[in-house]
């Protein structure tokens, strides 16, 4: 037991460590971080936290996509080319491509307070055309007929 005392080094406290470490977390506290001012836009709009959630990560994609550059340096072309690289890219759906435009239209309108503009030729992500299913009445009336169900007309 005194041998595992022994080796362990001793913990000393620097005042001046502790004084630069706060000095550094009252600068970075100054101004709010992006997604920071995006969370507390959305709670003050009450926006559930599920939306919040799926908003915040288009955002950080967004600035993944174009290699963290802030938004606010960036306009209308690259949200263009966001959409067209997840239609075209990625191959995401018409409701999938819709939110990621809702979450940057928020953070344009709310948090960055700028108006966007025409977006012009984005490329939009298809969607799926639903072909109705009709059974022809040959195909369904011997299964009424095994079930004892109604019988048709013919």
């Known amino acids: ?14 005042p001046e460590a502790q004084v630069a470490r706060s000095e550094r977390s009252v600068v970075s506290d100054a101004r709010p971080r992006l997604l920071d001012s ?4 959305m709670r003050a709009r ?12 288009w955002i950080k994609r967004y600035c993944f996509f174009h290699r963290l550059r802030h938004p ?11 959409l067209t690289h997840l239609a075209v890219k990625e191959k995401v759906s018409a409701s999938t491509q819709n939110q ?11 948090v960055l307070a700028r108006e966007i503009g025409e977006l012009g030729n984005v490329i939009r992500a298809r969607k799926p055309h639903h072909i109705p299913i009709v059974l022809e009445s040959q195909l369904t009336t011997p299964r009424f007929d095994e079930n004892g169900g109604m019988k048709s007309g013919s």
């Open 72 to 82: 606010a340096e960036m306009a209308e072309p690259e949200i263009n080319a966001f």
């Open 100 to 110: 990621a435009l809702s979450a940057l239209l928020f953070l344009y309108r709310h």
């Open 38 to 41: 995006v969370r507390e836009a």
């Open 1 to 14: 037991m005194d041998e595992l005392k022994q080796k362990r080094s001793p913990v000393t406290y620097d």
């Open 46 to 57: 009450h926006y559930s936290r599920r939306t919040e959630e799926a908003y915040v990560m």
